[in-house]
C-alpha cells in the first residue's frame, strides 16, 4: 500500500500516536496515511467514554473487544486514529477527544481547521505556543 509522506499538523515529523493498542491505518501505532486510507485515520485521539459513546451511536464501536480481529477494545485514555471526520462530527456534539498535535497527520487538515486541532490540544508540540484563550 502507498503512503503519504509522515507530516504533521505542525509540520515536524510524524510521531506515534499509540502501541495499546496498536493503532493507525497501518496498524504501526502511527496516524499515517494513504490513498488506500478512505476514511483519513489521521486525528490522533485520546479518547473519552464520552467520545466513545458517541462512535458507538454513530456506528462505530470502538470499545467492545473484538478478538477475532486482534482488536481488544478501547478505554478512555487511549490513544487512536480517529477518522478526520468523525472527530469533527464529536466537535461539533460537543464531544471531541483531546487532540496530539504531533501525532496527527497533516492531511487531517483537509478536513478539520488547525484552529479547531489546536484548541484541543492535549499539550502543545515543543516550540509551539499554546493558542490564546477564548
Known sequence: MARD???NVVGGDLLPCGTDPVTGFFRDGCCATGPEDLGSHTVCAIVTDEFLAFSLHAGNDLSTPRPE???PGLVAG???C???ERWLEAHRAGVAPKVVLGATHARALEVVPI????AAAAEPPRGVAPPPPA
Open 5 to 7: 509522506p509522515d507530516v
Open 69 to 71: 480481529w486482534g482488536f
Open 78 to 80: 487511549d490513544r487512536w
Open 82 to 84: 480517529v477518522c478526520a
Open 115 to 118: 484552529e479547531l486541532l489546536t
